[in-house]
């Protein structure tokens, strides 16, 4: 398998400060707030905005380990930056613009931003070289002191850098419930690397009508009947056929008490399992996937991953991300965008987990997967990014698809149950 070149632009170790030589009007202004703020944009993707702490003594020093905001950019990023355009700037630049105290409002009225300095770092040729690159670490003066022009203003530290990222990229062919081929994507060339085998025991339940019942004429009026949906299943197979991955209810997805949808109280559960690294023909667990509908302004679907130690009856939570219900989202495992609360869950299948990806590479840092599904109602071929460090075989890959595989799936399993399907929608069995 070959990876597809990523690049990684992390803006970390942010602090503010006021030279002694400066007026004490500004450091007076400055310090009266602990914290400013700041927005980091990058043409092309959304402003991202992050606390910028004062530095109130020469002594004290930014964190040197705190990530402000990661950008991750594609070959095609690079590229777009760096050519010119007729309704754009020459120069692309990252930009990171700081405003006095904090972002939000009081008694309904929104509070002003007061702009304090701007620091850019121009787009050049070693954004696309694929080598590790520091932009910019250290203090640089910003902006300028208003209070007396003859004084120093105020100071930003940074540091910027960039990291190469590569990636494997897979695309689901078809919607997951029709048993489809995955494919690795490089440029232009598809390759198929697994097929997937969506299934349902029928033995689960007589009134969750899946499979091959899909195509009846009958199934929008058995949906209001259906109060459950479990023993789905889901089976990664390579392309000799040796099954390498699997995902199965353990869960069922069933309306909690008093309303029609799948709660938090109540999750339904996925377990990921993957085959006994000794060669028999036996499954071990490596993840649990729990998810629930979250009402409210915008329905959600909440996904939360926990991975499941070898020799470890409590799982360790590595990921949770809510997916719009009607417009689909991304699922992902990444310790620079989040830092799940660690609090171990009980694994109520006993016995040891097994798992490839190690919980001390996880918790090093830094992007693991992720994954794109469409809304409900919608036709969903999930695509799939991995870290290339963490995959070291076709068989490690397999785990990320089963998981991608549960991901898409859960999204139809917490429909609502007194919702019927659009007439015409080939896929209603799912709801």
Same mark, same amino acid.
């Given at each position: ?24 009007? &500004? ?106 690159? &520091?932009?910019? /670490? ?6 300028? /002191? ?160 926990? &991975? ?110 007194? =919702?019927?399907? =659009? ?6 069995? &799912?709801?």
């Amino acid at each position: 398998m070959d990876p597809q070149a990523f690049v990684r632009l992390s803006i970390a170790s942010l602090g503010l400060r006021i030279p002694m030589e400066a007026s004490k009007a &500004l450091r007076g202004v400055i310090h009266a707030s602990s914290q400013c703020l700041c927005e980091i944009r990058l043409r092309g993707f959304p402003v991202q905005t992050a606390s910028v702490p004062v530095i109130s003594t020469p002594e004290a020093s930014p964190d040197l380990h705190g990530n402000a905001t990661i950008f991750y950019l594609e070959k095609s990023d690079v590229k777009a930056l760096m050519a010119p355009g007729c309704f754009q700037p020459p120069q692309a630049y990252l930009e990171i613009v700081v405003f006095m105290g904090r972002q939000g409002s009081h008694c309904g009225v929104t509070s002003r931003k007061q702009q304090i300095g701007t620091f850019r770092v121009e787009v050049g040729p070693e954004w696309g070289e694929g080598k590790p690159a &520091l932009l910019h /670490n250290g203090w640089i003066g910003i902006g300028k /002191n208003k209070q007396d022009a003859g004084k120093p203003g105020p100071e930003l530290h940074l540091r910027v850098k960039l990291d190469p990222d590569p990636r494997y990229v897979f695309q689901f062919q078809d919607e997951t419930a029709l048993s489809p081929q995955i494919v690795q994507l490089q440029g232009t060339i598809k390759q198929p690397i697994f097929s997937c085998k969506f299934s349902r025991d029928r033995r689960a339940s007589q009134l969750d009508t899946v499979g091959n019942n899909w195509l009846s004429s009958n199934c929008e009026d058995q949906d209001a009947d259906r109060r459950e949906r479990k023993g789905w299943k889901i089976m990664i197979h390579d392309l000799s056929g040796s099954a390498v991955a699997a995902a199965f209810m353990a869960t069922p997805f069933v309306p909690s008490m008093g309303c029609d949808r799948v709660a938090r109280s109540n999750p339904g559960a996925w377990l990921i399992l993957r085959p006994d690294a000794a060669g028999s023909s036996g499954w071990h667990p490596w993840g649990r996937l729990e998810a629930w509908r979250e009402t409210g302004s915008r329905d959600s679907v909440c996904l939360r991953l926990h &991975l499941l130690p070898e020799g470890q009856e409590a799982g360790v939570l590595v990921s949770e991300a809510l997916i719009s219900s009607e417009k689909g989202g991304e699922f992902y495992i990444d310790m620079d965008r989040q830092t799940p609360v660690g609090t171990p869950v009980p694994s109520s299948q006993g016995g040891t987990g097994y798992f490839t990806t190690s919980l001390a590479g996880l918790m090093a840092g830094g992007f693991v997967m992720n994954c794109r599904v469409q809304g409900e109602g919608k036709i969903s071929k999930p695509s799939v990014q991995l870290a290339m460090r963490h995959v070291t075989c076709v068989e490690d890959a397999a785990i990320f698809m089963a998981l991608a595989a549960a991901v898409d799936l859960s999204i139809k399993a917490c429909r609502p149950f007194r =919702r019927n399907a =659009r007439k015409g929608f080939r896929h209603s069995f &799912l709801t």
